[in-house]
């Protein structure tokens, strides 16, 4: 009897001892699964609050960096100022181009003439000065176009100029009045730009505001992003009231009717 009851007394500890284990084990994959719970309720908070953040106003609904919309590479570097001495260069040079012909009235022809009679001269003195001291000759680099490249930079203009003329034909179709109004303004302003300035200063003007304007924004982003929408804003509630009390009295249907 007294085995008995011993062996029962020791299997009652032990079904204790693994009841003891068992809620243990539950309450910890219990805490285990709070835990994974809240771990994806942070989770996907946290990608809300990206998407948010991510949707954040951008200048004409730029989705992509400055960097790419300039089209990558060296020449987004160059307006970017990413190589300082390359970007310096380029504008030094288009100074000093600007200079001989709007300041000094350098005529082009006469550059380009002067500029091949001074490096003729100097190759040619080279040369013969190489035979006189008993020195081979300098042997010149052969210079020619590679075909390739004239190619694609004659192909890139062929498909810029059609995407052109299609603008044009699908404005003067009379299917957007917005896109039409915005271009006449375009021209606009051009013509009077014409008007103060000679095509040189204009197109060296254009030059360097390329090289600068991209920087600057890069630079303060986020604050001209900010004025941007405000002006934004302004321009479509203006736009509105110009719709409501101008454009929406325009006999657009009847004269579409009467010359279709």
Not at 53 to 68: A, I, S, T
Not at 92 to 108: D, K, N, P, Q
Not at 147 to 168: Q, S
Not at 174 to 193: E, N, Q, R, T
Request: proline share 3%; glycine share 6%.
């Amino acid at each position: 009897m007294a085995e008995e009851n011993e062996q029962s007394f020791v299997d009652s500890v032990k079904e204790k001892i693994t009841e003891t284990f068992h809620n243990e084990d539950s309450s910890s994959d219990s805490d285990n699964e709070g835990k994974k719970k809240k771990s994806t309720s942070s989770s996907s908070a946290g990608e809300v609050v990206d998407d948010v953040k991510n949707k954040v106003y951008r200048l004409f609904g730029r989705e992509r960096p400055v960097h790419k919309v300039l089209g990558g590479g060296k020449p987004a570097d160059i307006f970017l100022w990413k190589d300082k001495k390359v970007t310096a260069g380029v504008l030094g040079f288009a100074t000093v181009i600007w200079v001989l012909f709007e300041l000094v009235e350098y005529h082009l022809l006469t550059l380009v003439c002067h500029t091949l009679i001074a490096a003729l001269a100097v190759l040619f003195l080279w040369s013969n000065a190489a035979s006189f001291i008993n020195k081979s000759p300098p042997k010149f680099p052969e210079v020619a176009l590679p075909e390739d490249i004239v190619l694609g930079v004659a192909n890139a203009l062929r498909v810029e100029v059609n995407k052109a003329l299609e603008v044009l034909r699908c404005i003067a179709s009379g299917k957007d009045l917005k896109k039409f109004l915005a271009v006449i303004a375009g021209l606009w302003v051009l013509s009077i730009l014409g008007s103060c300035w000679n095509f040189l200063t204009l197109f060296y003007t254009i030059f360097v505001l390329l090289h600068t304007v991209p920087y600057v924004y890069d630079k303060y982003e986020d604050k001209v992003d900010a004025f941007g929408e405000k002006a934004e804003a302004e321009i479509k509630k203006q736009y509105a009231v110009f719709s409501a009390k101008v454009l929406s009295k325009v006999p657009v249907g009847a004269l579409k009717a009467k010359f279709a």
